[in-house]
């Protein structure tokens, strides 16, 4: 009996054994915390969508008389001048804002909860925001040429920051947080869960990871289902059950990658190259976006397809209701009015116009591939939504995240094998002539440079007055002689610069002085800033593969 007790006493002891530090290290991790945190960052995310999607019913009723995204039958019925007074007067509404609240209450988008994510300060102001936001809804209420998944993420990516301030969390932790935020608002926006946890993933964290996992499904899941309630289940294009007609057209998917890429990169040039030219113009900054929605207001005039978000005319080129003179010229034209949506200040993302865009791409290709091989070529629909896929893909430079998404959209899997396969070739021709995705450009043109690698992003996010030492005396104070001593640092460089200066000079220690007198103020000891770097990293690490 006792030998019997001492069995189960030794099994136990193992069990325990086994199973303490697992918990100890969950509890340390504060992953009870996350999830709960990540229902409400799919609560918070979810209403953000349906108040988001709200807002700019409203402002379409002042125009239309109607809330619904279907819009063409009614705005054919309306005289000219309302057709363009809406996008001008839109316009002038979000010139007053950005007057009144400052430039920096700018519309937002998935590039700033990127950036969020990897500033170590999460400068995501909710106020900034939510006055952003509203500029983006009243753009796209007012038939601005944009998309809604981007203000929506940015909002949803603030309201995040916002609640995991109130709580004692790590970095590691508070990234999560961003991440389910944004899952939650593209899963409710799209009512496509999948989709929102690996774009999450795949876009904002830049990595997968287990301990992310659980809080971003939590997140996308609660917001899903606040969306289908507030919505309906249904998916965004309810289409016929497409299938490939023969794998002869395996060449053909290969051919429609390389076009969606063209598209995809055309659109990019244009939406960089107007905010470039837009930077270089100096006006009144009321009148930017007041200008911007007036032409976007005379495109509509002959080209009423281009207002708002444009689901409808999407969904007519996937049903096959479009010729292909129209398909390639809104190709044209839609890509001229988002870029000057986004380019005069006025708000939305580039999601829904990048579907726009491939929709057309490649509902015209299919007809084209019809008249050539009518026997081969499956319906122009099934192109339409291959299509959709690539140009999307190679625009955000997420394509495992849009190829599903795109399955949640349409509701239809018998596809994938055209899809997966156009859209990888569209993306990679992409970023082989950009050399990054839209997101990175913009972040580009801030400075921050993701693609050189996180080494470098964390480099510069660690500064000299963080690291140095004060001088222990004053007989060590040395004097400031920048001619016989070149080599020095200021206390607001980034240790980046100081691993560059110490690595061109061999110096086990460098002078710290102050930024605005030169007065010294102590030293920056070589082995300090390694320790620093190498921590970093390996937290960072440890962050990616856990």
Known sequence: MQTRFNQVFQIRSMILGWLRPNFESFIALQKPKLWLLAILAGVAGGIAAIAFRGVISLVQLLWT????????????????????????LGGLAVGLLLWGFGPQCRAGGVADAIEARTSNVFSLSLRRATVGTLISAITLGSGGSAGREGPIVYFAAAMSKALFRAFDMPPSARRIMLAAGVAAAISASFNSPIAGVLFAHEVILGHFAMTAFVPLVIASVVAAVMSRIWFGAAPAFTLPDFQITSYWEIPAFALLGIVCAAVAILFQAGLIGTDWASRKVSMPIWLRPTLGGAIVGLIALAFPQI?????????????????????????????????????????????????????????????????????????EGLYAIIGMGAVASAVLGAPVSTAVMIFELTGGFSFSLALLFTTAIATGLSQAAMGRSFFFWQLHS??????????????????????????????????????????????????????????????????????????????????????????ALIDQSREEHH
């Open 65 to 88: 008389g109607g809330t619904s995204e279907l819009m063409l039958d009614r705005v054919a019925t309306l005289p000219p001048l309302i057709v363009w007074l809406a996008p001008t």
């Open 307 to 379: 207002l708002g978000v444009g689901y409808e005319a999407t969904n007519l080129a996937l049903t096959g209701k479009l010729s292909i003179s129209l398909m390639i010229t809104l190709i044209v034209v839609k890509t001229i009015a988002t870029s000057i949506t986004l380019g005069s200040r006025l708000g939305g993302g580039v999601f829904s116009p990048s579907l726009y865009l491939g929709a057309m791409t490649g509902g015209a290709f299919g007809l084209i591939a019809a008249a050539f091989f009518p026997e081969m070529a499956s319906s």
């Open 446 to 535: 801030r400075g921050v440079l993701l693609e050189e690698g996180p080494h470098t992003q964390l480099a510069r996010q660690t500064f000299v007055k963080d690291l140095m030492r004060g001088f222990s005396g004053a007989d060590e104070k040395p004097a400031f002689d920048p001619v016989n001593n070149p080599s020095w640092l200021k206390q607001t460089d980034t240790l980046d610069t100081a691993l560059k200066l110490f690595s061109n000079t061999d110096k086990t220690r460098l002078m710290v002085v102050a930024g605005d007198t030169n007065e010294p103020v102590g030293w920056l000891y070589h082995v300090d800033a390694l320790a620093n770097f190498n921590r």
